[in-house]
């Protein structure tokens, strides 16, 4: 059973591009969340997506960032006109329900680098 | 969620066994405590969880105190692959949604 997979491994980017990180998650899993790690720094929660809803984003940044997680497909943390302190690791997880015992499983990240 | 306390690092010898120890003592009774860790910038990976009882498994072995307000993650025969930042996390119904990640204690296992 494969794990959560994470696309592409490493992102470089210029300040202004957008940046698109891509997350499969487990088989038979219908919840995905999204973490981000700024250098030297733990990791926080930015968003809780079932298929095709948003259930909490509280931890997004309000401007530029957005999530989606289709009927069909990955689920997508997009970043619109990244600036350098988007940098960091972008961790995504799956679980097969929500509740406080079901355990996510992390993907290996994304690395995104702006220049 | 209740807050966790650990030791922001620890040190261990490669066959022996390694006890990380964190403090809850604002657990409810119907929170779990997780632990995870993360491998040099690695996804963090899944240890155990448990909630009143100790549990095992092929990984590690939880000791939660029968006042449920510390716990003990123990590695009992650490190797070189064990050095990691191991974190500690409480896990509620309320906001379970989400890990709360603090700052974890970085264990490093000497040769």
């Known amino acids: 059973n494969a794990g959560v997979m994470q696309n592409p491994r490493h992102l470089v980017r210029r300040r202004g591009q957008e940046a698109r990180l891509r997350c499969s998650p487990m088989k038979g899993h219908s919840h995905v969340y999204w973490y981000r790690q700024l250098p030297e720094e733990g990791l926080k929660f930015m968003v809780y997506l079932q298929k095709e809803n948003i259930i909490d984003e509280s931890g997004m940044p309000k401007e530029r960032f957005s999530a989606e997680f289709p009927k069909e497909g990955p689920s997508i943390l997009r970043i619109q006109q990244v600036v350098r302190g988007d940098s960091a690791a972008y961790f995504c997880a799956s679980s097969p329900r929500q509740g406080s015992t079901d355990t996510q499983y992390f993907g290996p990240g994304t690395r995104l680098t702006v220049l | 969620d209740a807050k966790t306390t650990q030791p922001t690092s620890m040190d261990c010898a490669e066959g022996r066994a390694a006890n990380l120890p964190c403090n809850h003592s604002t657990i409810s009774g119907n929170e779990y405590v997780y632990w995870y860790r993360q491998i040099h910038s690695q996804g963090p990976q899944y240890i155990i969880h448990?909630?009143?009882n100790n549990e095992t498994n092929e990984m590690a072995s939880l000791i939660i105190t029968e006042d449920r307000k510390s716990s003990t993650l123990i590695l009992p025969h650490a190797t070189l692959r064990d050095t990691a930042v191991y974190y500690c996390i409480v896990r509620g119904i309320q906001g379970a949604q989400k890990l709360v990640f603090g700052q974890g204690t970085r264990l490093t296992i000497n040769p």
């Open positions: 448990g909630l009143k």
